[in-house]
């Protein structure tokens, strides 16, 4: 995965998080409850899993959080527009990166996906949404650490 | 990684014996934990670096004003995630000269920890593509320049002899959107040239 | 039936220039009026998922025009669809939409301005600061018969930036291209730069 996510600008992407971080996480009112349950779920995915799992949770926030989370706030508009846009090309790098070498998905990964999209659905959709958007800091974190090898001096 | 909880007090108890109780919460657990040494405290700071010391976990801590058998509500902060929020603390510097240069050796700042005797964390440890900015000023001609450095030393030759030279370095990581804190400034001379004496 | 009444601009285009982009159109001219217009934006993201959604321009949700710096909306490496329309109180014209979406990694690179120096043996070197998003690839080599070039990226702009411990007697050059990581892409060099150090050369 080094190499296919090179060209992602992580730095501009945290930052434009950071602005609207505390109001979305502010609206999080379960806080007894995690969709990607930092340290059990991401912390503990092998490098190989690493592809596999990077690839379903771009899917996972494209297909469904992105989509259910109603936003008015034209800030909060614009920075969900912008992770959303800088998602997809991710999985268009990470598509044409596939071409050339495996993504394989181990039953491991398969399974911390599961549990992702399970702790979606234990909650109602808004809410669903609202807490996997105040996770956000927690999934670039862990792709920044992942393809952090390839950024310049 | 020292995380420290503060707050002001009360506007309208200024000056009256207010203490203060706090709890934390571990982000995606059951209920808020008790912090024992900050229970009934007048100061207005709790150090939550021990509860907090799985930086990759996210917390919640929160306070309450207690005055005679008045209570107030709590007071909340937001979800704090130590990985991203922490700032990475400045390099130490270590100079040594001679006539016509100077090594600069860098030691990334230290995870903080609970006892002395307690296992050293390096920061480099926690953050592997941690690097410095090291920024050079030659005093004489009052000209600066800086570098970006992966490893921990550092050697400026062909400097001007019997020159002073002050050097400044901070810790960044690439990626992450963070505040960086410069080291203190370390000013050393070159050495006089030997063999210009013998001209 | 007012609405109609007023004409949408016309000729959009986006100028775009090391990762500043600019949205432009005709002016919609109305004799002793003042026209305003209102800028949305949908990435691939929206055009793919939620078509529906159009999203207000950061700089000109309402502006006098007849041009929109659109740098702060434009923010991934995705076709962007862009639209307009004119303002006139109460009344709005049709949406004017780019006939071609836009993507930034068609933005034009140039090469960056870069000043050398040095400070007595200290080849130092300062660049154009371009914005966040710019890198600098640095080539640099002394200026004798079969000599080695060397490169060095240079993080940001702006700031003097040791490059080289200069030997005496010899002649260094330079020369910069700006890179930009977000679109995988990088200017021509910029013109050589030479600087000499005084002093005799060491014996060989």
């Known amino acids: 995965l080094r190499r296919c996510l090179a060209f992602v600008d992580m730095r501009h992407l945290e930052e434009s998080f ?14 007894n409850i995690t969709i990607l349950s930092t340290a059990e779920t991401l912390r503990s995915i092998k490098p190989v899993d690493v592809c596999c799992v990077t690839k379903s949770l771009l899917e996972f926030y494209m297909d469904r959080v992105f989509k259910d989370h109603q936003e008015l706030k034209p800030q909060a508009l614009r920075t969900i527009s912008s992770v959303a846009n800088s998602f997809l090309y991710m999985q268009k790098a990470l598509q044409q990166c596939q071409v050339q070498r495996r993504c394989p998905c181990s039953e491991e990964a398969t399974n911390a996906t599961r549990m992702v999209y399970d702790n979606y659905d234990q909650l109602e959709v808004p809410s669903a949404a609202t807490k996997s958007l105040g996770e956000l800091d927690v999934f670039l974190a862990w792709i920044a650490k992942n393809h952090q090898k390839t950024s310049p001096a | 990684m020292k995380n420290v909880l503060r707050w002001d007090p009360p506007d309208s108890l200024q000056g009256a014996a207010v203490t203060y109780t706090v709890q934390y919460f571990i982000y995606g657990q059951k209920r808020w934990l008790n912090k024992p040494d900050c229970k009934n405290i007048s100061r207005t700071y709790c150090d939550l670096s021990d509860e907090t010391s799985d930086y990759e976990h996210q917390y919640y801590a929160k306070v309450k004003a207690i005055w005679k058998t ?101 810790s960044f990581v690439p990626g992450l959107p963070r505040r960086a804190e410069p080291s203190q400034k370390h000013c050393i001379s070159t050495l006089e040239d030997p063999t210009s004496a013998l001209k | 039936d007012g609405v109609a009444a007023l004409p949408a601009p016309q000729n959009l285009s986006v100028h775009s220039i090391n990762m500043k982009h600019l949205l432009i159109w005709s002016p919609v001219v109305l004799p002793e009026e003042k026209v305003y217009y209102s800028v949305e934006y949908q990435g691939e993201y929206e055009s793919l998922y939620t078509s529906d959604i159009w999203i207000p321009s950061k700089w000109c949700s309402r502006t006098e025009g007849p041009e929109c710096d659109v740098t702060d909306d434009i923010t991934a490496t ?6 307009v329309r004119a303002i006139l109180g109460s009344q709005t014209s049709a949406w004017s939409i780019l006939e071609q979406p836009f993507n930034r990694n068609s933005t034009i690179l140039t090469p960056p301005g870069m000043e050398i120096s040095k400070d007595g043996f200290h080849l130092v070197i300062e660049l154009e600061d371009l914005g966040p998003q710019f890198q600098f690839l640095v080539a640099y080599w002394r200026r004798e018969p079969d000599t080695k070039e060397h490169a060095k990226v240079v993080r940001r702009g702006g700031i003097p930036v040791h490059l080289e411990t200069m030997e005496p007697g010899a002649l260094y050059c330079v020369k910069a291209q700006a890179l930009v990581k977000a679109i995988g892409r990088n200017s021509a060099f910029s013109q050589t730069k030479c600087v000499e150090v005084q002093g005799e050369a060491l014996p060989l």
């Not at chain 1, 950071?18 to 806080?31: E, L, V």
């Not at chain 2, 926690?126 to 600066?144: D, G, Q, T």
Request: glycine share 2%; with cysteine; proline share 6%.
């Open chain 2, 70 to 170: 008045n209570c107030s509500r709590w007071t909340e902060t937001g979800r704090f995630y130590p990985f991203l929020e922490t700032q990475i603390g400045p390099p130490e510097v270590a100079l040594t000269t001679d006539a016509k240069s100077i090594s600069i050796v860098l030691t990334a700042p230290d995870k903080w920890k609970r006892n002395a005797e307690d296992c050293t964390i390096s920061m480099q440890q926690i953050y592997s593509n941690l690097k410095y900015n090291v920024s050079v000023y030659n005093v004489k001609s009052k000209r600066m320049w800086s570098q970006c450095v992966t490893n921990h030393t550092l050697v400026l030759s062909w400097l001007e002899p019997n020159t002073l030279y002050c050097v400044q370095a901070e």
């Open chain 3, 78 to 83: 995705v076709p962007y669809s862009l639209r």
């Open chain 1, 18 to 31: 950071q602005g609207i971080k505390r109001a979305i996480q502010a609206k999080d009112t379960f806080p």
